[in-house]
């Protein structure tokens, strides 16, 4: 059997993983539960006034999405660490670059981007002014993107390790707080009637920039982890 | 040249060398820090407008700028270790988290209780105070993820990729101030042009600012000295020195 192309490969890797997600749609569901129960943490911790809550809620919304893709964001390699293709993958001659690439598109249409497709459901629940709503989303889409490729780096940096869950949050939310920072401004930003256009480009330039080094840094700690 | 570099990867001769230094660096250091505390607070003018609070300034800057440098410093052994597998490296590197983040921490603590009398409160949410903060979880997880690691070799390399994804940071903290208006005043001190701070202010400040970085490198040196010894605890030259010591 001749080798797969580069491209073809991703692609299967990639369909692979969605695959495997699919195939336990509760594992799909739980970060959307999350998100779900969290928000209505909300309401009961700061009361449920609704012009207050709609202060907050760019903020908290924002929090939320942030903190399910962390938690998600441990298993991406974990349970092919543990029955060894993940070492398969290092060893195969395609790039490792491009197929970390496909493990984190996989995490990201998953989570990032069907939390992103929900958000308005919560927007609404948390008394979010409608006008903010497209800029939610739009936000979501491109910074859950920047949140997997970073959290990778974490998951790959303690795959081996067996108690890897908490460290891989002391590890990657100081990377998150920028993400948060301009996502959440961006549908400040639009409440309150300024341009979210800037603040969604930086979002964009952050998603370029973690293209480019994150994969050279999650491979780095792939390699660790399965030599360690 | 490269006789010096590959010495530079030899434990004994670094544990060695390092004690000359120490042996000299460390007084000097001393008495700068000593010269500098006594010159800052006793000898230079109250400031008009702070009065005497801004004197926390001879600790409070040299902290932070230090504590950043020191993670350039991590950084770049990291990279070292990891490009060229030079042990040393990662020794260093793994000695500069904990004094980083104790750096980190100094300016943190100074910075607030400067904050109390001129701003009127112990903590804002500004843009250079969370990017330091964010600099000390930086460094903790270092510590935290080297910690974790049961296998220290890994555990080095693991550091190492984790402290430059963090280099990300370092830039945006040192600039925050002037990109973001913020409670927090520029950058004083200017290596072109006029700086906004008095010379009589300045000469001790930037005294403070030579012996921390001499403190720093003490401390880094004291570190790596100690790392070296457990590390090689079972050759030759630590037990010959263990001996050496227990007859003396």
Same mark, same amino acid.
């Given at each position: 059997m001749s080798a797969p192309g580069t491209l073809p490969f991703c692609l299967r890797l990639l369909r692979r993983q969605l695959v495997l997600a699919f195939r336990r749609p509760i594992e799909i569901g739980n970060p959307l539960l999350f998100f779900a129960m969290v928000v209505a943490l909300f309401p009961l911790g700061l009361g449920p006034?609704?012009?207050?809550?709609?202060? %907050?809620?760019?903020?908290?919304?924002?929090?939320?999405?942030?903190?399910?893709?962390?938690?998600?964001?441990?298993? @991406? %390699?974990?349970?092919? %660490?543990?029955d060894g293709s993940l070492e398969q993958l290092l060893l195969s001659p395609q790039p490792l670059f491009l197929s970390v690439l496909a493990y984190i598109a996989a995490h990201w249409l998953v989570t990032g981007v069907l939390l992103a497709l929900v958000s308005p459901v919560f927007a609404l629940m948390l008394n979010l002014p409608v006008q903010a709503v497209g800029v939610l989303v739009a936000s979501l889409l491109l910074g859950s993107a920047v949140l997997s490729l970073v959290g990778c780096i974490g998951a790959a940096l303690t795959v081996g390790?067996?108690?890897?869950?908490?460290?891989?949050?002391?590890?990657?939310?100081?990377?998150?707080?920028? @993400?948060?920072?301009?996502?959440?401004?961006? @549908?400040?930003?639009? @409440?309150?009637g300024v341009p979210a256009g800037p603040y969604l480009a930086i979002l964009g330039a952050m998603l370029c920039l973690a293209i480019a080094l994150a994969p050279l840094a999650i491979a780095a700690g792939l390699r660790i982890s399965v030599d360690a | 040249m490269w006789t010096f570099f590959h010495k530079l990867g030899s434990p004994p001769w670094l544990y060695s060398i390092s004690g000359?230094?120490?042996?000299?660096? *460390?007084?000097?250091?001393?008495?700068? *820090?000593?010269?500098?505390?006594?010159?800052? *607070?006793?000898?230079?003018?109250?400031?008009?407008? #702070?009065?005497?609070?801004?004197?926390?300034?001879?600790? !409070?800057?040299?902290?932070?700028?230090?504590?950043?440098?020191?993670?350039?410093?991590?950084?770049?052994?990291?990279?070292?270790?990891?490009?060229?597998?030079?042990?040393?490296?990662?020794?260093?590197?793994?000695?500069?988290?904990?004094?980083?983040?104790?750096?980190?921490?100094?300016?943190?603590?100074?910075?607030?209780?400067?904050?109390?009398?001129?701003?009127g409160t112990w903590w804002v949410w500004d843009a250079r105070i969370t990017s330091m903060l964010i600099l000390l979880f930086l460094y903790l997880g270092v510590v935290a993820l080297y910690e974790a690691y049961d296998n220290k070799e890994a555990a080095g390399k693991a550091c190492a990729v984790l402290s430059l994804v963090g280099m990300v940071?370092?830039?945006?903290?040192?600039?925050?101030?002037?990109?973001?208006?913020? *409670? !927090? #005043?520029?950058?004083s001190i200017k290596f072109t042009g006029e700086s906004s701070i008095d010379p009589s202010m300045l000469y001790p400040l930037l005294l403070m600012i030579s012996a921390f970085y001499a403190l720093f490198t003490c401390c880094l040196l004291?570190?790596?000295?100690?790392?070296?010894?457990?590390?090689e605890a079972r050759?030759?030259?630590? #037990?010959r020195l263990a001996k050496q010591e227990g007859r003396s």
């Amino acid at each position: 059997m001749s080798a797969p192309g580069t491209l073809p490969f991703c692609l299967r890797l990639l369909r692979r993983q969605l695959v495997l997600a699919f195939r336990r749609p509760i594992e799909i569901g739980n970060p959307l539960l999350f998100f779900a129960m969290v928000v209505a943490l909300f309401p009961l911790g700061l009361g449920p006034a609704p012009e207050q809550l709609s202060g %907050f809620a760019p903020g908290i919304l924002w929090i939320i999405a942030l903190l399910s893709n962390l938690l998600t964001s441990d298993a @991406v %390699f974990r349970s092919d %660490f543990e029955d060894g293709s993940l070492e398969q993958l290092l060893l195969s001659p395609q790039p490792l670059f491009l197929s970390v690439l496909a493990y984190i598109a996989a995490h990201w249409l998953v989570t990032g981007v069907l939390l992103a497709l929900v958000s308005p459901v919560f927007a609404l629940m948390l008394n979010l002014p409608v006008q903010a709503v497209g800029v939610l989303v739009a936000s979501l889409l491109l910074g859950s993107a920047v949140l997997s490729l970073v959290g990778c780096i974490g998951a790959a940096l303690t795959v081996g390790l067996k108690r890897g869950g908490m460290l891989i949050s002391l590890l990657i939310l100081p990377f998150y707080m920028p @993400v948060l920072i301009f996502g959440s401004a961006a @549908v400040q930003g639009a @409440v309150t009637g300024v341009p979210a256009g800037p603040y969604l480009a930086i979002l964009g330039a952050m998603l370029c920039l973690a293209i480019a080094l994150a994969p050279l840094a999650i491979a780095a700690g792939l390699r660790i982890s399965v030599d360690a | 040249m490269w006789t010096f570099f590959h010495k530079l990867g030899s434990p004994p001769w670094l544990y060695s060398i390092s004690g000359t230094i120490l042996r000299w660096l *460390l007084p000097i250091t001393l008495v700068a *820090l000593a010269a500098g505390i006594v010159w800052g *607070l006793l000898f230079t003018a109250p400031d008009f407008r #702070q009065g005497n609070s801004y004197r926390i300034i001879y600790i !409070h800057v040299p902290a932070a700028v230090v504590a950043l440098a020191g993670y350039y410093v991590m950084a770049i052994a990291g990279a070292i270790s990891l490009i060229w597998k030079m042990k040393m490296a990662d020794v260093a590197m793994k000695a500069c988290a904990p004094i980083g983040a104790a750096l980190t921490f100094i300016a943190l603590v100074t910075g607030s209780i400067w904050g109390k009398p001129t701003w009127g409160t112990w903590w804002v949410w500004d843009a250079r105070i969370t990017s330091m903060l964010i600099l000390l979880f930086l460094y903790l997880g270092v510590v935290a993820l080297y910690e974790a690691y049961d296998n220290k070799e890994a555990a080095g390399k693991a550091c190492a990729v984790l402290s430059l994804v963090g280099m990300v940071n370092i830039p945006i903290i040192y600039k925050s101030v002037d990109w973001w208006y913020s *409670l !927090h #005043q520029p950058a004083s001190i200017k290596f072109t042009g006029e700086s906004s701070i008095d010379p009589s202010m300045l000469y001790p400040l930037l005294l403070m600012i030579s012996a921390f970085y001499a403190l720093f490198t003490c401390c880094l040196l004291m570190n790596m000295r100690a790392e070296l010894l457990e590390r090689e605890a079972r050759t030759n030259w630590v #037990q010959r020195l263990a001996k050496q010591e227990g007859r003396s």
